[in-house]
């Protein structure tokens, strides 16, 4: 669905009052209904010169010299350089510090994963290997108990190689723009987002404002790697074996110093007395007692004396993986490109964001070439708790998780497929008429094309990488052009029945016209009203707020016995704002001195893990709390896509390309 919705994109300019008092209820496609619900401000509705000039402006972000050239390709896939790590993604221009990588992305939230799939191994394996945690996204991780994010492009194309990390997410928005919430669609400053009523709300993620930007410099032919955090390669250990972080390779590196300074002060040369010096290096180090003790910093280590002279002057990652650069030309002929698309607003009616073609695509010729991954029906399945007609409660289906509006599949085939290239899960639905693309299986020869002759037990064992879509234009496509799929007549079928049968008070109607914590967020010097405040004039329901605290180490926690109402510790609070250390809180005081500035008190609660790794909460009362400590958001599990009723189906295939073998439910049916 990827935007097919009204409250995305389209709110950048539309959003400025919808009214509350509209009862209107209007499917995607109304354009005039839509204006009509919003007040008549016709004066900030996109013409067709206003989706132009958007659509220039996105096709001119920086790094915008990467992008003149129609002819240029930036990135692409092609063998990994690290051995047996499959397909990696590789840079073919140089990138300075900073710089933004690529365009930004969507994630998708993943909920309650333990609470849905209870003793699925297949559910497990693959929110194992393919999500991240939520915090990448802003306050994703206040959305619900549990949440993980299926982040696309780089996210899951990119490999890990601990210290050669070259390409981290961009955090910066969390600093410095809070007010956003996660997504550059929604929320910009200066812009109000009261909701407005669409059955289709809930069906795309508000999430795609995820960028990333170079970490160091970037030369071409480089392979991109971004870090998976600290513990995942600890976590899979008996699968990978040991693999060193990028601590130990910094260790390491000063273990070979020292040596070599002690060589040094020993007049022993490595030319001369190479003998001598193994034998020293294998006893004092690479077979000594405290190094056994180190697997992850042995693993760092280089065995052979005569490369510690290379290992100090390329330090002991790059030495580890000498062969992680690549020729342009290499990359050209053996890779993939998979920047031929960018995002923008989309022409499509309340479509939220649409893939423009970024490069002049002739009919029959592929735009782009995307990894998917194959999943079954059954992983993303919601579960829920029921009273069966015996008065006994039974867990029943409950419908979808919202990825299942982003993979594509067969109404006779509990198998789907999800796509992971750069920007692809933008392309919208434009119908027959409109439609200038159609997904093929591929031709390129990364595609594991014998796959498609597996039996329906054998796929769905390999829930993993190894197929291939080709998006193939079906039409003439011009650069600038947006690129539209027909996603089906069964989508088509399933999304009329949902306009039809729909109850939109399901859909949070009861938000029409109420501010979001988007709104509250952007006026960064407000005062916030303290728990008391609120019992006259409280904030919307769906609304909370939030603190950013650190619990100090010099910090000792009351006992129990000693607590105050439950409060485990009082201090002060530290005037930095770390970003990513926010916490449920309530705002018990508000105290302004002789500058005009407003100090808080407020109990803030910290959720944390205790050494038996069982979750334990702690209480605080922190005295000192700035305004920009401070934040909005929304309650969990009161953001759309938790609803019952929203919009769940996968994009259809095209007739005959699903493998017969693989119509499972086709053949369920032929069998009763």
Known sequence: MHGLLVLLCLQLSLIAAATATSGVTYS?????????????????????????????????????????????????????????????????????????????????????????????????????????????????????????????????????YPGLTNVQQNENYQKTKFWKDGTFTLAIEGVKHATVEDIGRGASSIHSGIAFHATRPVDAGDEIFISYGSGWFKAREKVVGVVSEQEHYKMAYDVVKQFMKTAKQDELDINKDGVALQKRYDERIINSDWIKEKPRLKAALPDNVSDLPTVMHMGTAAFSMKDNKRTVEWIEENGSCVDVIAAGISTIPQAGIGAYAKRTVQKDSIVI????????????????????????????????????????????STLVFLPSAPSVNFINHGGKDKANAEIRWSSSPHHQADWLNLSF?????????????????????????????????????????????????????????????ADYNQDKDSIVKTVVEQETHPYPEHIETICSFDPPESC????????LNGVNCIVQSNYTVPATKFHHCEIISREGDENGTNWYTANVTVAKNSPEKIQVTEYYLVKYLHR????????????????????????????GMMPEQWLNLRQQAANT
């Not at 008549?40 to 003149?68: C, F, G, M, T």
């Not at 290997?129 to 959305?143: A, D, R």
């Not at 000792?556 to 607590?563: I, Q």
């Open 28 to 160: 995607r496609g109304d354009r005039n209904a839509y204006l009509t619900a919003r007040g008549h401000e016709l004066e900030d509705a996109p013409s067709h010169y206003n989706y132009k000039l958007l659509r220039k402006q996105q096709l001119q972000e920086p790094p915008a010299e990467h992008w003149d050239d129609p002819q240029a390709c930036t990135l692409y896939i092609a063998e990994s350089s690290i051995p047996n790590a499959g397909l990696g993604l590789y840079t073919t221009v140089s990138y300075t510090k900073f710089a933004q990588i690529g365009h930004s992305e969507v994630g998708v939230i993943l909920y309650d994963i333990s609470q849905h799939y209870p003793g699925s191994d297949s559910a497990k394996d693959l929110f194992k290997n393919y999500v991240w945690g939520s915090n990448i996204l802003t306050y994703g991780t206040f959305e619900a108990a549990e949440s993980s994010v299926m982040m696309f492009g780089f996210g899951m194309m990119a490999n890990d």
């Open 369 to 412: 070439s995307t990894p998917v991954i194959t999943l079954t029906l059954n992983q993303l399945k919601l579960r829920k708790a029921a009273l069966g007609v015996d008065g006994q409660e039974y867990i029943v289906h409950g419908g979808f998780q919202m990825l299942l509006n982003y993979c594509y599949g067969h109404h006779e």
């Open 457 to 517: 037990e054998e796929i769905t064992a390999k829930m993993k990488s190894g197929l291939f879509f080709d998006i193939v234009a079906t039409k003439d496509i011009k650069r600038g052009d947006e690129i539209l799929l027909d996603y089906g007549n069964d989508w088509v079928d399933n999304w009329d029945y949902h306009i039809e049968h729909s109850d939109s008070n399901n859909l949070i109607t009861e938000m029409l016209g109420v501010a979001t914590s």
């Open 556 to 563: 000792k926690s009351l006992s129990d016995e000693n607590s």
């Open 628 to 655: 920009y400590a401070i934040r909005f958001v929304d309650r969990p599990y009161s953001k759309d896509q938790y609803k019952e009723g929203v919009f769940r189906y996968p994009i259809g295939m095209g007739d």
